[in-house]
């Protein structure tokens, strides 16, 4: 989409890898889970931000399959924010007609978020405006390996053959199906890999780097990537 006034192209599916809330509690002297509490206040500001400028899908990266290794005490306290943000502020989009969805594997998570998550995704269903995917314990190889099972189910129950698997079958069995690829993928924290987040989906996104830890994240920062965006040229292989 074009920004008229801006006379910058707005890309339609935006990711973003929110990395950084450890160093940015570590920096302050303060426990990794304060800095995941400030990240939170981030996500909730700059989804609500980016939803106004015309983005149609946006794609936030908030716990990854490798994400349960870490210290029992971090990923409790990420549970609890999860929690906290699924009954409270989750509700809050609904003004701004942001339609939630997760991606991931729920199944692993505790009873009580998995209900709240399935409540979250069912009133938010009918919504308009912006996709939100929330990915949560979510891998790229996981969702892969999904769609690898997926579709092997149908090759033994008849319904296809395997020479007639084709990128779209697969594209079609991801949690993503339907959307359009992300155009441009956002990381925060400053490093420059994509930690597993949306592997298929990512062959030909712009990748932009900000040494910008996530809770310090600003609309600012997102207009920023925008503007680097715009000078990219896309080729797609082509010439
Ligand atoms: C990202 O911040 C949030 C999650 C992965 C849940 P980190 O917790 O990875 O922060 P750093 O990278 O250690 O600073
Ligand atoms: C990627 O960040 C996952 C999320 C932001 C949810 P990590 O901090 O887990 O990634 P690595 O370990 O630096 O690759
Ligand atoms: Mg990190």
């Known amino acids: 989409m074009l920004d008229e006034q801006k006379k910058l192209y707005i890309p339609e599916h935006v990711g973003i890898i929110m990395d950084g809330n450890g160093r940015w509690a570590k920096k302050r002297g ?27 899908v946006l794609t936030l990266y908030a716990f990854s399959t490798e994400n349960w290794k870490r210290p029992l005490e971090e990923v409790n306290a990420i549970m609890k924010i999860f929690r906290q943000y699924l009954i409270d502020s989750l ?22 978020i998995i209900r709240l998550i399935d409540e979250t995704e069912e009133n938010a269903k009918d919504r308009e405006g ?9 891998g790229g190889r996981d969702e892969l390996v999904r769609a690898a099972r997926l579709l092997s189910e149908e090759v033994r129950s008849g ?21 359009p690829d992300p155009d441009l993928i956002i990381r925060t924290g400053g490093e420059h890999r994509l930690s ?8 030909y996104s712009e990748f932009y780097s900000t040494d910008t830890l996530w809770p310090d994240f600003k609309p600012a920062d997102f207009d920023q990537a925008i503007a680097v965006f715009n000078q990219r040229n896309r080729r797609f292989g082509g010439v």
């Open 30 to 56: 303060l426990p990794r889970p304060v800095g995941h509490t400030y990240g939170a206040k981030t996500f909730r500001e700059i989804a609500r931000y980016i939803s106004k400028q015309g983005v149609k």
């Open 91 to 112: 509700t809050d989009f609904r003004k701004d007609d942001i339609k939630i969805c997760f991606i991931g594997d729920r199944s692993a998570f505790a009873p009580d």
């Open 130 to 138: 912006m996709v939100l995917n929330l990915a949560m314990n979510y």
């Open 159 to 179: 319904a296809i053959r395997p020479e007639d698997i084709t990128e779209q079958m697969i594209s079609d069995r991801l949690y993503t199906a339907g959307q």
């Open 196 to 203: 597993n987040f949306l592997l298929y989906q990512a062959a």
